[in-house]
């Protein structure tokens, strides 16, 4: 083993010891494992094609419903685009409500909705290969479209009531305290979306506790992306709009919808991490933890795609070879004179008394049978 190898072998002990290490290093470990970054540019994607519609299909209903309120209409509609830094003003002059006759309206609508469906199924698939799911314990085609409806009505209720929030604050809390109640209910709400989010869009049976921390997490991930997230896209925006031109706008609208879906997943898998304790992690395999295999286990289990296929996981006697521990053993010399010690009778035929004094009533034993029926008693003291 090269000596750089060795260097690498011992940080990754010192790592499995210390929770500090070990419990950050497991959790982007099973990001990778999970293959949560191809699922986050798929909700990217999903969710650059549904946004506009949404918005469409959104600024639909706000028409029907507060038909004699534009000024409120204009001010909903502002709060969710306000949601997308340096592109929501853009997308503002582009948002507009469908209009039509009553039929093809109401097949607008439903098409709108339909084509949405996109980022629910593409979150949900993603939730579930996170939690590492049982293809058969999926939900159905029905099933999945449902939950994914549900989640479209929570953001739109999540929206209204942060738009609420930020009107009604200024009403019952006067002075510079006004943002900071604003703020901290538009927190609270962003909370409660996580958490619902979390346990609807996983069809493993989870309790609040399981996905609290994070919940927790993607609400400030979610807070981080907003006001770092602005100077981000305005980056990208930057140095793209003199190659790219318009299209620097799809750009920067899919580089932050990536980043969001990145650590939605990432706060996922922590709640993966802490529910079964999956850390410590080895880096360098073999040999394997032993939540490194419970993490095969439920990678290889994932895999039943029928309730007639069972699948087991089993680990060769090479999950368990630890290089470094067989480097250290090459290296330690044999004991001098450990063969003439553990043969004495070979040595010294005339001073054989030993088989006699343990066993005095039994005839001479033949050659081999005595040192075979004794071995174990002889080797213990010389390894000892």
Same mark, same amino acid.
């Given at each position: 083993m090269n000596p750089a190898e060795v260097v690498v072998r011992r940080i990754d002990k010192f790592q499995q010891r210390h929770v500090v290490v070990a419990f950050p290093f497991a959790v982007f470990q099973k990001f990778g494992n999970d293959q949560a970054g191809g699922k986050a540019a798929l909700m990217a994607y999903y969710g650059l094609f549904s946004l506009f519609p949404l918005l469409l299909?959104?600024? %639909?209903?706000?028409?029907?419903?507060?038909?004699?309120?534009?000024?409120?209409?204009?001010?909903?509609?502002?709060?969710?685009?306000?949601?997308?830094?340096?592109?929501?003003?853009?997308?503002?002059?582009?948002?507009?409500?469908?209009?039509?006759?009553?039929?093809?309206?109401?097949?607008?609508?439903?098409? %709108?909705?339909?084509?949405?469906?996109?980022?629910?199924?593409?979150? +949900?698939?993603?939730?579930?290969?996170?939690?590492?799911?049982?293809?058969?314990?999926?939900?159905?085609?029905?099933?999945?479209?449902?939950?994914?409806?549900?989640?479209?009505?929570?953001?739109?209720?999540?929206?209204?009531? %942060?738009?609420?929030?930020? =009107?009604?604050?200024?009403?019952?809390?006067?002075?510079?305290?006004?943002?900071?109640?604003?703020?901290?209910?538009?927190?609270?709400?962003?909370?409660?979306?996580?958490?619902?989010?979390?346990?609807?869009?996983?069809?493993?049976?989870?309790?609040?506790? =399981?996905?609290?921390?994070?919940?927790?997490?993607? %609400?400030?991930?979610? +807070?981080?992306?907003?006001?770092?997230?602005g100077y981000y896209v305005h980056h990208t925006l930057q140095h793209a709009t003199s190659v790219y031109g318009f299209f620097a706008i799809v750009i920067g609208l899919l580089s932050w919808l990536y980043l969001g879906a990145m650590l939605v997943l990432l706060a996922a898998e922590i709640n993966v991490v802490l529910r079964y304790r999956l850390w410590p992690r080895s880096m360098t395999q073999p040999p394997f933890t032993a939540q490194d295999k419970a993490t095969f286990v439920r990678l290889g289990m994932m895999e039943e795609r029928r309730p007639e296929v069972k699948v087991a996981v089993s680990f060769t006697a090479e999950a368990d070879r630890d290089p470094l521990q067989e480097s250290a053993d090459t290296v330690e010399p044999e004991p001098t004179g450990a063969p003439e010690a553990a043969e004495p009778n070979a040595a010294q035929p005339e001073s054989a008394g030993a088989p006699e004094s343990a066993e005095p009533n039994r005839a001479q034993p033949e050659p081999g049978e005595d040192r075979q029926a004794n071995q174990p008693a002889d080797a213990r003291p010389l390894t000892g």
């Open positions: 299909l959104f600024a %639909t209903i706000l028409g029907f419903v507060l038909s004699g309120h534009p000024h409120l209409q204009a001010q909903l509609t502002n709060s969710a685009l306000g949601n997308f830094p340096i592109i929501g003003a853009q997308l503002r002059s582009q948002t507009h409500s469908l209009r039509g006759s009553g039929a093809a309206l109401a097949v607008g609508v439903f098409g %709108t909705i339909y084509g949405v469906q996109g980022i629910g199924q593409a979150a +949900e698939n993603a939730m579930n290969t996170v939690w590492n799911v049982p293809l058969t314990d999926w939900p159905s085609f029905i099933m999945r479209r449902l939950r994914g409806f549900a989640i479209l009505g929570l953001l739109g209720l999540a929206t209204l009531l %942060t738009t609420a929030l930020a =009107d009604v604050a200024p009403v019952l809390v006067h002075g510079g305290a006004s943002p900071i109640w604003s703020v901290a209910g538009s927190l609270l709400v962003n909370l409660g979306l996580s958490f619902v989010a979390f346990k609807v869009l996983t069809a493993a049976p989870l309790t609040w506790r =399981d996905v609290a921390p994070g919940a927790v997490l993607a %609400t400030v991930f979610w +807070e981080i992306l907003q006001n770092l997230g």
